[in-house]
């Protein structure tokens, strides 16, 4: 089986993933984390973002050892991913490790952008995952605040608005719910509910 799971920034989409692969017994990828590591190799060496064959060469060199950098997880290893994600050659170069991942046994869950529209478009279960702004922009400043650190809510929901808007916005594989996905809002859900409600999808799909 192949759980797609797409959706913005901070909609919760990484946590149910996480949750449907131990429950199911799948793989995960985290998708994200690819670009993610693209945009961290290319800053720290000083190149050029905005550079689409630059990139795209970047990609296609990308080691599994660089997916291991301290760090990828955060804010601003998130926006150099974005920026880095809408060449169509750092897509191309990560289409065939994605879907290798995705076809080995027992079957995987992948959560990305374009998962259930470009990478693996014949996932047996698809589910987009949003959440308001506001929520999103809400849940990751608390996340900061629990971890002692500062966080500016207003900041932080322009910066996600801006990473939709970018994410949604390129040509090449852009953010968008497939027409076969279960849409699954998590706004008004705890972590648990949107687990529950994931894997209703996932059993009304097998069944
Ligand atoms: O899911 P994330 O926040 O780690 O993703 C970081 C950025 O990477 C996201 O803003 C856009 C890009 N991305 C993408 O374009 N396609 C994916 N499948 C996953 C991430």
Redesign the pocket.
Known sequence: MIIAIDGP?AAGK?TIALRLAEHYRLNHL????L??AIGRKMADAGLDLDDADLAGTVARALDPADLGHADLRGREA?EL??RV?IHPPVRAALIDFQRDFAARPPGAVL?????GTA?CPGAEVKIFVTASPEVRARRRSDELIAKGREAAYERILAEIRE?DAR?SGRAA?PLQMAPDAALLDTSDLGIDEAFRAAMAIVEAKRR
């Open positions: 920034a990484g985290d998708t994200g984390l670009y993610r998130g991913a974005s994600a959560d990305g952008r374009d998962i990478i990473r994410d594989a």
